[in-house]
């Protein structure tokens, strides 16, 4: 079996493309960012910083500070950049979707219908509030982003997602009040 390519490194250097960061900087702007179609965490974010500067792919700068700890600035290089548009230019392997309600629902026969529909109404209401979260980041992204049509693109990706989602929550709702055994 072929391992799979670990697509934390095109995060990371996709990130350094913007503009020199620290780690945090980067678990920050991911979190702000891409959260709601691709995350990653600390724990995978620095090991592939580390790697990434041992391959030459990205450059590190240590800025002393008033701290104990010293500042880690990292910099994508011509190779970091090469790499990542190569990646870019690839169609992507696979469509993962990781969805632990919907892992939860697909198990629902051994809970009862009743709380099936309270776990999606529950569901419904964090979808509805992420949407109107999403729907205040537009004016955002035009003011601060240098490219904002691939940011409100991916922005309209995860809006139209969300509607989807709780059209489908209201259409299982019904399916299931209309169970015998609610």
């Known amino acids: 079996m072929k391992k799979r390519e670990n697509k934390t490194k095109y995060a990371v250097l996709g990130m350094l493309s913007f503009a020199p960061k620290s780690g945090y900087e980067i678990s920050q702007m991911i979190k702000n960012s891409t959260a709601f179609f691709w995350s990653e965490s600390d724990g995978q974010i620095y090991p592939i910083l580390k790697k990434l500067h041992k391959e030459n792919l990205v450059t590190l700068n240590i800025e002393k500070t008033s701290g104990k700890h010293a500042k880690k600035t990292y910099s994508i290089t011509k190779d970091g950049k090469k790499i990542l548009i190569d990646w870019l230019e690839k169609t992507p392997t696979t469509y993962n979707l990781r969805n632990e309600f919907l892992l939860q629902f697909f198990f629902g026969r051994n ?18 509030q992420q949407l109107k979260l999403f729907d205040s980041f537009e004016p955002e992204i035009y003011k601060k982003s240098k490219s904002p049509i691939y940011h409100v693109l991916s922005l ?7 509607k989807a989602e709780i059209a489908w929550c209201t259409y299982a709702i019904q399916k299931l009040s209309e169970k015998k055994d609610v």
């Open 111 to 128: 809970i009862s219908c009743r709380k099936n529909i309270e776990k999606i109404k529950e569901y419904q209401i964090m979808l509805r």
């Open 156 to 162: 309209a990706y995860g809006q139209q997602s969300m």
